[in-house]
């Protein structure tokens, strides 16, 4: 199959950008994962980056895939309603909302998140 170019899946963390969060965000995962708020850092990221399988199964998708935290979504795309963690479509200038924030956090495992991507994908 082709990678279809006039389409892209941007996930969006339920984190903000910069070096001072990010830390914030890391002491916080491995101090209190129970009360850390991005369902899709969790699970698609250990302390050392992107877990090796997840980089692996967006290989295997057709589409190009976006990561943005909620600020540079926000500055991006301006969608003031939006919830976080999410997953939007770009498809022919469209932006739509592909997986929900409820959808995102219900997932318990990286093999959830890879079967959630690729049903709604299909």
């Known amino acids: ?9 941007i ?4 984190a ?7 830390v914030k965000d890391f ?4 101090l209190r994962p129970s009360t850390y708020k991005c369902n899709l850092c969790a699970q698609t990221f ?18 190009k895939t976006e990561f943005l935290h909620k600020d540079e979504f926000l500055n991006k795309y301006d969608i003031q309603d939006a ?16 997986i929900t924030q409820e959808e995102m ?10 079967k959630l991507v690729s049903s709604k994908l299909n």
Do not use: C, R
Request: no cysteine; charged share 25%.
């Open 1 to 9: 199959m082709s990678e279809n170019n006039d389409e892209k899946l």
């Open 46 to 63: 250990s302390p050392f980056g992107m877990k090796k399988e997840w980089k692996s199964f967006l290989g295997t998708l057709n589409t």
């Open 11 to 14: 996930f969006i963390y339920n």
């Open 27 to 30: 002491w916080h995962k491995a």
């Open 105 to 114: 956090d219900k997932v318990a495992s990286i093999n959830e998140m890879e």
């Open 83 to 98: 919830k976080y963690p999410s997953a939007y479509l770009l498809k022919n200038g469209t932006l739509k909302l592909l």
């Open 16 to 22: 903000d950008s910069g070096m001072i969060n990010t």
